[in-house]
């Protein structure tokens, strides 16, 4: 048979909101009990200093803001453990969620602070010089790139709002465009356009990157597998990723309403979902923002909504 638990507050994720949440509801004394997930301390775990989190006036490694975050959750009482949660049964109350350890926990309030994921091309060079060059998001890291010069693969709205932003920053920005014209709404297109440090290199596909002390160009394909295609390498300092993210909701999509991406739905502004005690902080409801500083603040705010729900306010 197996292992049986009851908790008031489970919280599955070990980001910025799940710590954060794990903290407020340690101090309301809701015994929270934290899943951390294949990896644990999110995104930030990937990153090298983050420089626009409050508190940190000379820049912190994402290592060891997660670390302190992880700690502060600790000595407030916090139960913090490995593993995932691989199961949920969402449709009745106490909810009921598996480990991977087999493990069945009956939860009278759940946070689901399980993030988002960025969708990569799939290059083994990514994973090379991840934090040395490839990033996901420009408002984390382009300040690194300062008069420098970029690359941004995609080309929808996100890609050119990335590429605006750096822009402001770089002295030269590329986007890599698949397809001979850019999917973004013409507002964009039109700001793209007008931007003399930004050119757009439709019909390209990155193919690899190169650098002996982190990125220092891309090998690029034009018109990949036309009779006319052609091959070369594009100088760059950093290589920006913008082709969606994917919300690790998966588990949750058969109980819970999200958007036509996997973004979970809340309510009102607020972390509530419409399951009562069951709430969604952090990247995995937030199609908009993604910024730790803004996943801290939801799992705050998902952890003051189960002590209120607990307590029947």
């Given amino acids: 048979m197996a292992q049986r638990e009851h908790v008031r507050c489970l919280i599955i994720g070990s980001g910025p909101a799940g710590y954060t949440a794990a903290i407020y509801a ?28 409050p508190g940190y006036p000379d820049g912190v490694d994402g290592n ?24 949920a049964d969402l449709g009745s ?34 994973k090379k010089y991840n934090g040395q060059g490839v990033s996901a998001c420009a408002t984390c890291d382009g300040f690194f790139y300062r008069k420098r010069t970029v690359a941004v693969v995609g080309g929808g709205d996100t890609a050119c709002e990335e590429a605006l932003y750096l822009a402001s920053l770089a002295k ?12 973004a709404s013409e507002a964009m297109q039109r700001r ?35 009779p006319d295609e052609e ?46 005690g069951v709430f969604a902080a952090g990247d995995v409801a937030d199609p908009h923002y993604r910024q730790a500083i803004t996943a801290a603040a939801s799992g705050c705010q998902a952890a003051i909504e189960a002590d209120r729900y607990l307590r029947g306010v």
């Avoid at 069945?104 to 990569?120: L, M, N, Q, R, W």
């Fill in 26 to 53: 340690s101090r309301a004394n809701l015994q929270p009990v934290v899943y951390c997930g294949l990896l644990t301390g999110g995104q930030l775990t990937q990153t090298t200093v983050v420089e626009n989190f």
């Fill in 64 to 87: 060891e803001m997660m670390l302190d975050l992880r700690r502060q959750a600790e000595r407030l009482g916090a139960d913090l453990r490995d593993g995932e949660i691989v199961k």
């Fill in 93 to 126: 109350l106490p909810y009921l969620l598996t480990t991977d350890g087999g493990v069945e926990i009956e939860a009278e309030t759940v946070i689901i602070a399980t993030g988002a994921s960025a969708k990569y091309l799939g290059l083994e060079d990514e």
């Fill in 172 to 183: 030269k920005v590329y986007m890599l465009v698949r397809k001979p014209f850019l999917r």
């Fill in 192 to 226: 793209v356009r007008e931007n003399e440090k930004i050119e757009v290199l439709f019909e390209h596909n990155a193919v690899g990157l190169y650098g002996d002390n982190g990125v220092e160009g891309a090998h690029v394909v034009k018109r990949l597998g036309q």
């Fill in 231 to 276: 091959r070369y390498d594009l100088p760059i300092d950093g290589f920006f990723l913008a082709i969606g993210h994917k919300p690790n909701s998966d588990l949750f999509t058969p109980w819970l309403e999200t958007d036509e991406t996997g973004y979970i739905v809340t309510l009102d502004g607020t972390p509530r979902t419409r399951l009562p």
